[in-house]
């Protein structure tokens, strides 16, 4: 039952932890009315051409593909249509993939001797679209083929609750905190959950996240050192993964920093608009002092690349474009070419925790979808071609 008498608090924390309970009561009950008893995420399944355009076939060369037997016809064909799987398309790759003369064509994930790519997404400004950029990212990634492993370092735990994880209402489960906490941690891959969406595994967050903060602060004062927590979990399942994308907090805490350390490569995404470029100019300028501090124990940290990506970009918009082509004056090809365009159909998609991926382009006003999910697509591809020239391709 919902309690809605008025609290009669004796301290201040007692009226804080009554608040707490009863937003907590009404959150749950909520949130079962409205999705249990079988709320679970599934992903949609793709239409023929989608599928072929994903493989970067021909409709046709597909066709031909099935009548040949060489790759299975997927589950689902109504009215004489087939609709795959990302796991079907998934498995298309591997069998075009063995047939290729090209190698990486279908499946472009690492190789032999390819050192696995960790990139951080990170600024201190709330709403910048960090977990946004970071999802799109991963299914994108998924999406083409290569395996995915999403860690959130954000206690508030955006990126789970877009990979089904409904950190509101699952108090305990495994968490990336237990892979990095300072006592007892627990194995990084019994801390690892597969998501429904096929290539893409996560490392969720949930709030006892936050405790890492305070616990880093006691650990630091015994001389235990913080910034190589994640680096080493990490360093335990790196086989299993081609790309591993880390969502942080809006904050330059240790999450942040310990994220930073296991990077390969940063992400700074960033809203065209004069407070956020005064906001990112602190940030950039705070990372610069912490990076010094690093670089004056001995570490040196040679990220592939470091880059800026702008998010929720609308090209009518005068003023934020200005702020836009001053980022390119200022910093070149640091700055992701593409950008995250601002549509309805990413603002509306992630209400109900969906990607432009995942939700259906017969679900919305077509050129509306299309344009979100071309301006998606253009990052995507931006930053796999990077992640491929740091393996030398
Ligand atoms: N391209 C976009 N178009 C429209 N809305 C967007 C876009 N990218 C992000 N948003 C919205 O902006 C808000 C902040 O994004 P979020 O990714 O949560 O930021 P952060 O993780 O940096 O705090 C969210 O409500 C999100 O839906
Ligand atoms: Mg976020």
Not at 166 to 184: C, H, K, M, N, P
Request: net charge negative; proline share 4%.
């Amino acid at each position: 039952m919902i309690e809605t008498a008025p609290i009669q608090a004796g301290t201040q924390s007692e009226l804080t932890r009554e608040m707490a309970s009863r937003l907590q009561t009404a959150l749950t009950t909520h949130l079962m009315q409205a999705y249990a008893p079988d709320y679970s995420k599934a992903l949609r399944t793709f239409s023929a051409t989608e599928a072929a355009e994903l493989l970067g076939v021909t409709g046709q060369f597909l066709r031909k593909c099935h009548s040949e037997g060489s790759i299975p016809e997927p589950g689902e064909i109504r009215g004489g249509r087939r609709f795959y799987t990302a796991a079907e398309i998934r498995e298309a790759r591997r069998i075009l993939e063995s047939g290729s003369r090209k190698p990486g064509k279908y499946m472009p994930g690492r190789r032999e001797g390819d050192k696995l790519q960790v990139i951080q997404l990170m600024n201190f400004k709330g709403g910048s679209a960090k977990s946004t950029s970071s999802i799109h990212l991963c299914h994108y990634l998924a999406l083409q083929g290569y395996r995915v492993l999403a860690v959130d370092l954000d206690p508030q735990g955006s990126l789970s609750g877009f990979c089904g994880i409904q950190t509101e209402l699952e108090f305990d489960g495994v968490s990336i905190y237990d892979a990095i906490r300072y006592e007892d941690p627990v194995p990084m891959r019994d801390c690892i959950i597969e998501t429904y969406f096929p290539g893409l595994h996560l490392a969720p967050a949930r709030l006892i996240l936050s405790e890492f903060e305070t616990e880093t602060a006691i650990s630091a004062g015994r001389g235990v050192s913080f910034f190589d927590r994640l680096t080493s979990a990490l360093s335990t399942v790196e086989q299993d993964y081609d790309i591993v994308v880390i969502d942080s907090p809006p904050a330059l805490g240790f999450l942040t920093l310990t994220g930073l350390y296991a990077a390969t490569a940063v992400i700074v995404p960033m809203t065209p608009s004069m407070l956020d470029l005064a906001s990112t100019q602190q940030f950039i300028e705070m990372t610069s002092a912490y990076l010094e501090v690093f670089e004056s124990t001995g570490v040196n940290l040679n990220h592939d690349f470091f880059s800026f990506l702008i998010t929720r970009d609308d090209p009518s918009d005068i003023p934020s474009q200005q702020i836009v082509s001053l980022m390119r004056a200022l910093f070149q090809d640091r700055v992701i070419h593409a950008t995250g365009l601002r549509s309805t159909a990413i603002g509306d998609a992630s209400m109900l925790k969906m990607t432009i991926y995942e939700v259906a382009r017969s679900d919305m006003t077509r050129t509306t979808y299309d344009r979100a999910r071309t301006s998606m697509d253009a990052v995507g591809a931006e930053i796999a071609g990077m992640v491929q020239a740091a393996w030398g391709r």
